[in-house]
């Protein structure tokens, strides 16, 4: 079992529920996908995300991040890039 020094704990906040989970730090060279998934329903706003990274200990917080995007968070630096993908079924492509 990993020790919890090796993983960073995250937590969503929304109006009505808060979820958490943990996503191990990797070294740069690991090609995994370690993006984590949130489950949203069809809510559009988060109230908090909290980041609590293994190195310190120390915890960062977000507030009312836009739904249905992928985050890239880095410790120190916060939100450094975020990516919206398209919605499933808006294909609008006739071919």
Do not use: C
Request: glycine share 6%; no cysteine; proline share 5%.
């Amino acid at each position: 079992m990993q020790s919890d020094r090796h993983w960073s704990r995250v937590r969503v906040i929304t109006a009505n529920t808060f979820r958490w989970m943990k996503s191990i730090a990797a070294p740069a060279y690991v090609q995994s996908d370690l993006r984590l998934h949130f489950g949203l329903g069809k809510l559009d706003t988060v109230d908090l995300i909290e980041v609590k990274w293994p190195t310190t200990q120390s915890i960062e917080r977000f507030t009312q991040v836009k739904a249905n995007q992928i985050l890239t968070i880095r410790e120190g630096s916060g939100i450094v890039a975020s990516w919206k993908p398209p919605l499933l079924g808006t294909n609008k492509n006739p071919g």
